[in-house]
């Protein structure tokens, strides 16, 4: 489809990108400084768990199920820390372990794992030639940089609105023994915001890897993070697996980082039972055990799965009529010109942004010369290379709605000059 701008003759189109130029250096003019890069809660969502810290004093009783949590012990976790983590997540909790305060730092330990030990006797993988990861694209930037730092060749495979090309990950997974793993941020994904439908889970179920040390890394970051009442129903992939007695295919992680207190939650990795044991031979050698206090605050402020979600619909209440406005301004801005689609989801914390082929470096850094900072362009890929240079992340959750609708304005105007400028070059 082409766009508005495609469509004009030449005369047209150059008063227009003249129009659109002025549209730019007003809202330059105004010297914003507004960021939109991170996908932060913002500082009146965090106040809202402020109430977690109130719960321990140097009076508390800082035993949980006969655990001592203010001595070395329970390195799995204090036993109602894993019974929370496991209701969110849906699982047994003995097939969880809850240890540190970043999920992204588990990931980290278990591809380190594989390349140190091995998955459950498993060659190490860094006695193999190579390693593949699959990366759904547009994915989380982090998860690419972990398996990037290991040497790991992270292999894009086109996201949709149902999830990963299945057909394509099916062919990688099940015909290539190098290919180790795959990154996966199942509920409202980061970032176009797409929950896998029933089908694409169950395909995961299914998955025949060519590799026995492949293993699909469910990040569940966003599980109890839906916008509205009505929330995106996830099919529980553990109870998919057990159905065909094929639980060693998933390692699930989850954390309060969007919960409570980014950084400073707690956080677990669910698995097989075997996996965990294979998962306890590097973690039991590298700490004794973790921060409980953090843990013992939690569970003594959650009293479980539907306390957690009475909080998220609390923060629900700060953070949607943030997308809303990015709903409705992009809309307004840019609806029926053909330069741009986006995701409208009703969770998670990012709108996935698409402009003109050839166009997110551009309106990236245009935003960022008139003041706002958004996520650099091509970070949805591995290695930072967007085949297209269409797609931008927007995060809306930090600057609050004043700003918000501020950096969004810019937005639409650079994507609407640089589609103007591209369609003007295209001639030239
Ligand atoms: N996974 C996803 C998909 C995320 O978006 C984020 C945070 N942006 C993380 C993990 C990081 O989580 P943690 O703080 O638990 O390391």
Redesign the pocket.
């Known amino acids: 489809m082409p766009t508005c701008y495609e469509t004009m003759d030449d005369a047209a189109l150059a008063r227009e990108t003249e129009r659109l130029q002025a549209d730019v250096d007003a809202l330059a003019a105004q010297g914003l400084t507004l960021d939109m890069a ?3 809660p913002s500082p009146a969502q965090v106040d809202l768990s402020r109430p977690v810290l109130d719960v321990l004093t140097s009076e508390s009783s800082l035993t949980d199920d006969g655990v001592d949590a203010a001595n070395y012990g329970a390195p799995d976790g204090l036993p109602s820390a894993r019974r929370l983590m496991a209701e969110v997540l849906e699982v047994d909790p003995a097939h969880v372990i809850v240890a540190g ?7 980290y330990d278990l591809v380190g794992h594989a390349f140190t030990r091995g998955v459950r006797g498993a060659t190490p993988w860094s006695e193999l030639g190579e390693v593949k990861f699959l990366c759904p694209a547009p994915g ?1 930037d ?2 690419f940089a972990v398996t990037e730092h290991f040497g790991v060749t992270n292999v894009p495979v086109p996201m949709t609105e149902t999830g990963p090309d299945m057909d394509l990950v099916e062919r990688l997974v099940e015909t290539d023994p190098t290919v180790k793993g795959i990154w996966c ?1 199942p509920k409202y ?2 970032p176009t915001g797409v929950t896998f439908s029933d089908e694409t889970v169950r395909r995961f179920a299914g998955l025949r890897p060519a590799a026995e040390d492949f293993r699909i890394y469910w ?1 569940n ?2 599980v109890v993070h839906g916008l509205y009442d009505q929330d995106d129903e996830l099919l529980n992939i553990f109870d998919v697996l057990a159905e065909t007695g094929r639980e060693d295919l998933v390692y699930e ?6 919960v409570t207190f ?2 400073s ?1 707690i ?1 677990c990795v669910a698995a097989s039972p075997k996996d965990l044991d294979d998962i306890r031979l590097s973690s039991n050698i590298q700490r004794v055990c973790s921060d409980k206090i953090t843990q013992l605050m939690h569970v003594r402020y959650f009293s479980g799965r539907e306390a957690v979600v009475d909080h998220m619909a609390l923060m629900a209440e700060v953070l949607r009529p943030k997308f809303e406005l990015v709903e409705q301004k992009l809309t307004d801005g840019l609806a029926g010109l053909d330069v741009a689609t986006w995701t409208n989801p009703r969770g ?3 709108v996935s942004f698409d402009g003109p082929d050839g166009s997110a470096k551009r309106i990236v850094a245009m935003c960022r010369e008139v003041g706002v900072t958004l996520t650099g362009a091509g970070a949805t890929w591995p290695y930072g290379d967007d085949p297209r240079d269409s797609n931008i992340r927007i995060a809306p959750s930090y600057p609050t709605l004043e700003e918000l609708g501020q950096a969004l304005d810019v937005l639409v105007a650079c994507t609407k000059l640089v589609a103007g400028q591209l369609a003007a070059e295209a001639r030239a």
């Open positions: 991170r996908g932060k305060s970043s999920s992204l730092n588990l990931m989380y982090r998860h941020v994904q980061n990040d970051a966003y992680f989850a954390s309060t980082s969007k980014p950084g939650g956080a998670g914390y990012f």
